[in-house]
């Protein structure tokens, strides 16, 4: 008997589709209408901002063509909750103008192409690994993102059946469909929901990105993947464009949305987008077995490690991100220190009333990743090489580098990205290194506060004796958990500070302190550029 993959399930997803009856809408009186509108947009906030990140997501968009007008989207831990989502809106005045066109019902899983070692033995799995899957199994919704929802099942034909084949052969297609996945890293992330015995198909499958060409790029490339062009057999395509509930009445009032207004159609868990951006760890991964957009770099019979980034480089998504997330919790910081969230802003205006710069050294925004590995540097180095080979295919990346500690046995790997979701997605790729032990901020109460210095070549001894007598003082302040001075292994003047606090005024008194002042003085004679920081977590 052929050998069917373990899973394991995560949350429950469900797809409402709406149509709006128009000619209602024309007809009713304004007061109707803004009942409608309001008791929309109160219904609606209340399900995207749900109070804490385990208890779902929930994201609205506009859908174009005549298959709908609105698109609900919905992850939850259980069935019941979905259920009562669907009857709250039901009691809404803004559901009286609508009409369900369709709708699907699925679960996130992960399955043991991910990694036997999870349904073997658990605790052997890596932290990368586990997070990837967590990412998985509890995915959340990019903001201001196009998404394409289609369904999907693997063929039973009497020439090609993919349920016929041996477990081998399947992870084997599967790898090849990744590969094809891997090139959108940090253009497309993707959810992949299992609905055997939930839907009419096997999976469902959706796509986000900030450019709805890319979506299309990918669904045409992998339909000449074998995994595809013999197995797959797809339902109807649904295309749009999320936007937040501010911005309800202007959608249906004929305007473009997302209005880009600024409040809340800025951005639905805050500036950076996501509940900690980007949100799972996974998001380029195959569709494994029914994905058929190839995974993070795995072999997934469920959308496993072969996919296009995103998350951890186990993902089940063929298609990257948008997660690349960072780094999962806070995975983003801006290498110009414009980290998103209103404890960060605080932070960079406390550091610039000390006269501590964290301007914009690329006259833009931009993230950053970073993960701690053990490994030898110079193999870690050659694996970060040819990452760094795929991210260079893309716009939006600005640098990834190695950086060997000084007073650690560690190396960090820093990767820097112009949007969230792009550095998201590099995420998960970085995060299947080998030895990769943590990633910057995982390891205390506060977090990491990054700092990149360019020194000047002269002066690079002086200024490590120099570090070294600021760590004799951070080794004696309260909260200090950890500094470390790293160099580019590319570049040795090139230096990272990964500097780990259990709080914020624990950090804030070290910048505040005359001997940091003493050291930013001395340092402005010896830098070849003005310090760039970076707020980790």
């Given at each position: 008997?052929?050998?069917?993959?373990?899973?394991?399930?995560?949350?429950?997803?469900?797809?409402?589709?709406?149509?709006?009856?128009?000619?209602?809408?024309?007809?009713?009186?304004?007061?109707?209408?803004?009942?409608?509108?309001?008791?929309?947009?109160?219904?609606?906030?209340?399900?995207?901002?749900?109070?804490?990140?385990?208890?779902?997501?929930?994201?609205?968009?506009?859908?174009?063509?005549?298959?709908?007008?609105?698109l609900f989207v919905h992850f939850r831990p259980s069935l019941d909750d979905l259920s009562a989502i669907e009857r709250r809106f039901e009691d809404t005045a803004l559901a009286r103008f609508t009409e369900r066109t369709t709708s699907y019902v699925s679960v996130t899983e992960v399955s043991g192409y991910v990694s036997d070692e999870y349904f073997e033995d658990p605790e052997s799995v890596d932290e990368g690994l586990r997070r990837y899957i967590e990412g998985k199994l509890t995915p959340e919704i990019p903001d201001d993102e196009y998404v394409c929802f289609y369904p999907m099942s693997k063929r039973r034909g009497e020439e090609y059946n993919w349920y016929d084949l041996s477990f081998s052969d399947r992870a084997d297609l599967m790898a090849d469909h990744g590969d094809v996945g891997r090139e959108y890293a940090g253009k497309i992330k993707q959810v992949i929901a299992s609905s055997v015995g939930f839907d009419s198909h096997e999976w469902g499958v959706t796509l986000f990105g900030s450019d709805p060409t890319d979506i299309k790029d990918i669904v045409y490339e992998m339909r000449f993947d074998p995994a595809s062009s013999r197995y797959g057999e797809f339902g109807e395509f649904y295309v749009g464009r999320r936007f937040p509930p501010a911005d309800l009445g202007a959608f249906l009032?004929?305007?473009?949305?997302?209005?880009?207004?600024?409040?809340?159609?800025?951005?639905?868990?805050?500036?950076?987008?996501?509940?900690?951006?980007?949100?799972?760890?996974?998001?380029?991964?195959?569709?494994?077995?029914?994905?058929?957009?190839?995974g993070d770099g795995g072999r997934g019979e469920g959308h496993d490690r072969s996919g296009a980034g995103g998350g951890s480089a186990h993902g089940d998504h063929p298609h990257g991100e948008e997660g690349a997330g960072g780094e999962?919790?806070?995975?983003?910081?801006?290498?110009?220190?414009?980290?998103?969230?209103?404890?960060?802003?605080?932070?960079?205006?406390?550091?610039?009333?000390?006269?501590?710069?964290?301007?914009?050294p690329h006259g833009e925004d931009v993230y950053a990743t970073v993960l701690y590995s053990e490994a030898d540097v110079d193999g870690l180095f050659d694996e970060v090489e040819g990452l760094r080979g795929n991210f260079d295919h893309y716009g939006t990346h600005v640098k990834t580098a190695v950086y060997e500690g000084r007073a650690t046995d560690r190396a960090a790997v820093v990767s820097i990205w112009d949007t969230a979701s792009a550095a998201e997605t590099a995420?998960?790729?970085?995060?299947?290194?080998?030895?990769?032990?943590?990633?910057?901020?995982?390891?205390?109460?506060?977090?990491?506060?990054?700092?990149?210095?360019?020194?000047?070549?002269?002066?690079?001894?002086?200024?490590?004796?120099?570090?070294?007598?600021v760590g004799e003082i951070l080794s004696?302040?309260?909260?200090?958990?950890?500094?470390?001075?790293m160099t580019n292994v590319e570049d040795e003047n090139d230096m990272f500070i990964a500097s780990q606090w259990e709080a914020k005024d624990d950090a804030m008194a070290f910048f505040g302190s005359d001997e940091f002042r003493e050291t930013v003085e001395w340092g402005r004679e010896v830098l070849a550029d003005r310090p760039r920081h970076v707020f980790l977590a």
């Open positions: 008997m052929v050998e069917a993959p373990q899973t394991e399930e995560g949350w429950f997803a469900l797809h409402d589709f709406r149509s709006i009856d128009w000619d209602a809408w024309r007809d009713a009186p304004e007061r109707e209408r803004r009942r409608a509108i309001e008791e929309g947009r109160s219904f609606l906030n209340r399900h995207e901002q749900v109070a804490d990140a385990a208890e779902g997501d929930s994201g609205l968009f506009s859908v174009l063509g005549h298959k709908a007008d609105l009032a004929g305007e473009t949305v997302p209005t880009g207004e600024g409040g809340e159609a800025q951005g639905h868990h805050g500036e950076g987008g996501g509940h900690g951006e980007g949100g799972h760890h996974g998001e380029g991964g195959g569709h494994g077995e029914g994905g058929h957009h190839g999962g919790d806070h995975p983003h910081g801006d290498e110009d220190g414009e980290h998103h969230g209103d404890a960060d802003e605080d932070i960079r205006g406390e550091l610039a009333d000390l006269d501590i710069y964290a301007g914009k995420a998960g790729f970085l995060s299947e290194l080998p030895g990769i032990v943590a990633r910057a901020g995982e390891e205390s109460g506060f977090g990491t506060m990054g700092m990149f210095y360019t020194v000047k070549p002269d002066y690079r001894e002086e200024f490590g004796d120099t570090f070294d007598d004696g302040m309260d909260g200090h958990v950890e500094t470390d001075l």
